[in-house]
């Protein structure tokens, strides 16, 4: 048997993280003397301190390891491939944090500020179309938008629905709250095509927005800022529409985003 300082050792984990992976249940010394509370754990015990370490490595959480150790090898592997897309969308958000950071470095060396960004939106009037869609409403967090296209996307192929390209998403709520929030996905469908509802064409204040969607906030500030100073008012829920993303293979800073706002005049 190994003491728990041998084995903290072998297994590179502290003896304080091992009491408590024991508390929890994840794993237990094979010996505990009852006279001193001295903890020994067995050689056999190695691959599974070790087994605990990769799935560590991985991201889960020790209550998810706790899940895992019980689980088959099918189980596994679908959280595995779960895991590995979490962990790839973080790398995405601080490969785009780390573009961000770099864009503030050249503005601050050339300007003097980091805000000069807003004065570059373009602002203007126009009047929309009609967009006949098929659409998902829901109480969601932004970062279940992948969920909720996909169940769209589902429908699609399962009622052989032809789309006209336009992937939007509509913002009901009159307070923002990124974890739970009332917002409508849409995919706009071609004439002659089954749809939910058609997106009645209104004269609306739209911007483009160019880049991660962690600023699109800008956009929205520098059109809210724009009806207000040319004798307008918000008149319905502001949407974005997708023009170009992640999915066209293109980089960050080339993604396209369109912001509208239905406005009247006041």
């Known amino acids: 048997m190994l003491s728990i300082g041998q084995f903290s050792k072998i297994c590179m984990v502290t003896v304080k993280a091992l009491r408590h ?14 006279e001193n509370g001295y903890r020994y754990y067995s050689e056999e015990q190695i691959a599974d301190m070790l087994y605990i370490n990769k799935l560590k490595r991985c991201g889960f959480s020790l209550s998810d390891i706790k899940d895992i150790k019980s689980s088959d090898t099918d189980l596994l592997i679908a959280r595995l491939k779960k895991q590995r897309g979490v962990l790839s969308e973080e790398i995405s958000k601080q490969r785009e944090a780390v573009s961000e950071i770099d864009a503030y ?24 179309a009609d967009i006949m869609v098929i659409s998902n409403r829901q109480n969601m967090s932004v970062d ?20 006209n390209g336009i992937c939007m998403a509509i913002y ?17 469908v071609k004439e002659g095509e089954k749809y939910d509802k058609i997106i009645s064409g209104t004269e609306c204040a739209v911007t483009t927005h160019y880049g991660g969607y962690s600023r699109l906030s800008e956009a929205y500030g520098a059109v809210t800022k724009w009806i207000f100073d040319n004798g307008y008012e918000i008149a319905g ?24 706002f239905p406005v009247r005049k006041k």
């Open 21 to 34: 992976y024991d508390r929890m249940g994840l794993i237990h010394p094979c010996y505990v003397n009852k």
């Open 105 to 128: 470095i050249a503005a601050l060396e050339r300007t003097g500020t980091i805000m000069q960004n807003e004065n570059n939106y373009r602002v203007e009037i126009t009047t929309t």
């Open 144 to 163: 279940d938008f992948g969920k909720y296209y996909s169940m769209l996307y589902k429908r699609c192929w399962e009622e052989d629905l032809i789309l």
């Open 172 to 188: 009901h709520d009159k307070e923002f709250d990124p974890e739970n929030s009332d917002i409508e996905l849409a995919l706009g």
């Open 237 to 260: 829920a502001p949407y974005e529409i997708y023009v170009k993303t992640q999915f066209d293979k293109i980089p960050v800073d080339e993604w396209e985003t369109r912001v509208y």
